[in-house]
């Protein structure tokens, strides 16, 4: 595993300018190499910030006729409910650029059987990747968020999907929420070229302080368990958020 790199920016807009740079770098990058760029997107707000950017000042950077979006994880509702993340992405990003249909893979959280909507998912990854019974997908890109009690994708503290070895999309039980989420397991994140966590606000700066500093308990701190096996991780994060980072992590 590598060192992750972490850039700390000032605001929140300074994460979504430093991570639409990165997004572009590595999305062209992608193209020129493989002929397209395969992206697993993330729902919250920070990213919400990236997307429009990228949907509007930015839009020019991106090879987006040779991207193909998935997510990273979804909630049990609808694509129409104000939580779904493939509706706050969709307002924000696929919309104002146009995306035609067949390249956007979005989970199907409406399904009332969260189980089966996950394993739709997985057979709609196979597919898209081309993959035989066993094998893993490798993102090109994989956008994640950080949550206060260090979840991330919809991979919780103490739920068995932080163990997963075997399946690639899973629908744990969320006790505390008292639902149901659709969630990429390790097994897919940490297969990754490149993994982007972006995190801002001065309310992440206790979690992702214990996240990057350890020591490793991934059932506390799920986000620790993102160790890509031979990709590349990076931290773009605001000021606020940054402060009990150690220097000594600091790029």
Not at 21 to 50: K, N
Not at 154 to 178: C, M, N, Q, Y
Request: charged share 25%.
């Amino acid at each position: 595993m590598r060192a992750p790199y972490i850039e700390v920016v000032a605001d929140a807009d300074g994460v979504a300018r430093a991570s639409a740079d990165l997004f572009a770098r590595l999305a062209t990058d992608a193209v020129r190499s493989r002929g397209r760029c395969t992206v697993a997107l993330a729902g919250g707000s920070t990213p919400l910030r990236l997307y429009r950017r990228l949907a509007g000042a930015d839009r020019q950077r991106v090879p987006w006729e040779a991207l193909e979006l998935f997510w990273g994880d979804e909630r049990h509702v609808g694509p129409d409910h104000p939580d779904s993340n493939f509706r706050a992405s969709d307002e924000a990003l696929i919309g104002p650029l146009g995306l035609p249909a067949d390249r956007v893979h979005r989970m199907h959280g409406e399904n009332p059987d969260a189980a089966a909507a996950a394993a739709d998912y997985e057979r709609t990854l196979r597919e898209s990747f081309g993959l035989d019974l066993g094998q893993v997908p490798m993102f090109d890109v994989v956008l994640l968020g950080l949550g206060t009690d260090g979840h991330t994708a919809s991979i919780f503290p103490g739920t068995d999907v932080v163990h997963e070895s075997r399946r690639l999309v899973a629908a744990p039980w969320i006790e505390k929420l008292g639902v149901h989420r659709i969630t990429l397991t390790p097994l897919v994140l940490n297969r990754a070229a490149a993994v982007m966590f972006l995190v801002a606000g001065p309310e992440k700066a206790d979690v992702l302080g214990d996240v990057l500093r350890g020591p490793y308990q991934p059932d506390v701190w799920p986000a620790q368990v993102i160790r890509p096996v031979a990709g590349t991780v990076s931290w773009l994060v605001d000021r606020s958020a940054a402060s009990r980072i150690p220097h000594s992590l600091l790029n």
